[in-house]
C-alpha cells in the first residue's frame, strides 16, 4: 500500500551542487509530474510525463532536468542548485483522462540550498 | 489564459459553524475542477471533483461543492467545521483536456476551525 513515495525527505545543498530527488509509485499510473511549493505560491508545475518515454515542460521548468524510463520512477535532477529552488517539492501521479483521474501526491521533499 | 483564483488567504471559523472556501475559475472548454486538502507536513490530499452534471458534489470528510457555471465558481463547503479540518485547501482545475492530467492550483486558502 506504498502509493508515492519520495526520498530523500529533507536536503540541504550548496549553491551549484546537483542532486537527485526521486519518485516512484506502484499503482501504474500513466501520469506523473513534479510540483513545488513556495509560501503564498500555490502549488507550480516543474515537468510531467504522460507515459514512459514522454516529459514535458511545466510552468516552472528552468534549472530541473526528469525523464521516464519506466511507469514507475519519475526522478527530477537539480543540475546546479541554487538559493531559489529552496522549496517543498511534491511528487504525484495519475491515470489520464477525466473519469478516473484523482492526483495522489507524495510526502514531499524539503530541499534548503544555501 | 487559464487561471484559478481563492479570493481569501485566510478563513477562521468556528467549530460547528458552516464554512464556505471560495474558487473562481477562468478555463476554456468545459471546466474540470477538483478540490485538494493539505494537512500540515504532508502531501495534498483529494477532496472531490466536479466532471459533469449535478451541480452539487460530495466528497470526503463531509465537504461538498457547487459548481456554477454563470458566475464561474466552484466553492467548497461544509455544514458543520470541526477543528481536525484545520488545513490548507487548493482549487485546481485540470488542463489539457480529457487525456491530459495537468492540475492548476490556486493560492491556496488556509482554513482555521477554532473550538
Known amino acids: 500500500n506504498a502509493g508515492v513515495t519520495q526520498t530523500p525527505k529533507f536536503q540541504v545543498l550548496k549553491t551549484g551542487q546537483s542532486m537527485t530527488l526521486q519518485c516512484a509509485q506502484d499503482m501504474n499510473h500513466e501520469y506523473m509530474s513534479w510540483y513545488r511549493q513556495d509560501p503564498g505560491m500555490g502549488l507550480r508545475l516543474i515537468h510531467y510525463?504522460?507515459?514512459?518515454?514522454?516529459?514535458d515542460q511545466g510552468e516552472v521548468p528552468n534549472g530541473y532536468n526528469v525523464s521516464r524510463s519506466t511507469t514507475e520512477d519519475f526522478p527530477l535532477r537539480l543540475l546546479s542548485a541554487a538559493p531559489s529552488q529552496t522549496s517543498v517539492y511534491f511528487c504525484?501521479?495519475?491515470?489520464?483522462?477525466?473519469?478516473?483521474?484523482?492526483?495522489?501526491f507524495g510526502a514531499g521533499t524539503r530541499l534548503s540550498v544555501l | 489564459a487559464q487561471s484559478v483564483a481563492q479570493p481569501e488567504d485566510q478563513v477562521n471559523v468556528a467549530e460547528g459553524n458552516p464554512l464556505t472556501v471560495k474558487c473562481t475559475y477562468s478555463?476554456?472548454?468545459?471546466?474540470?475542477l477538483f478540490w485538494y486538502v493539505q494537512y500540515p507536513n504532508r502531501g495534498l490530499q483529494f477532496l472531490l471533483k466536479y466532471i459533469t452534471g449535478d451541480n452539487l458534489v460530495k466528497g470526503s470528510y463531509g465537504f461538498e461543492a457547487e459548481f456554477n457555471k454563470s458566475q464561474t465558481s466552484f466553492h467548497l463547503k461544509k455544514p458543520s467545521a470541526l477543528v481536525s479540518d484545520s488545513a490548507l485547501y487548493f482549487c485546481?482545475?485540470?488542463?489539457?483536456?480529457?487525456?491530459?492530467?495537468?492540475?492548476?492550483f490556486g493560492r491556496g486558502t488556509q482554513l482555521t476551525v477554532w473550538p
Open positions: 510525463s504522460v507515459g514512459a518515454g514522454i516529459t
Open positions: 504525484a501521479s495519475s491515470y489520464l483522462g477525466i473519469a478516473k483521474n484523482i492526483q495522489y
Open positions: 485546481a482545475p485540470l488542463l489539457g483536456g480529457s487525456t491530459l492530467g495537468r492540475l492548476y
Open positions: 478555463v476554456s472548454g468545459n471546466p474540470y
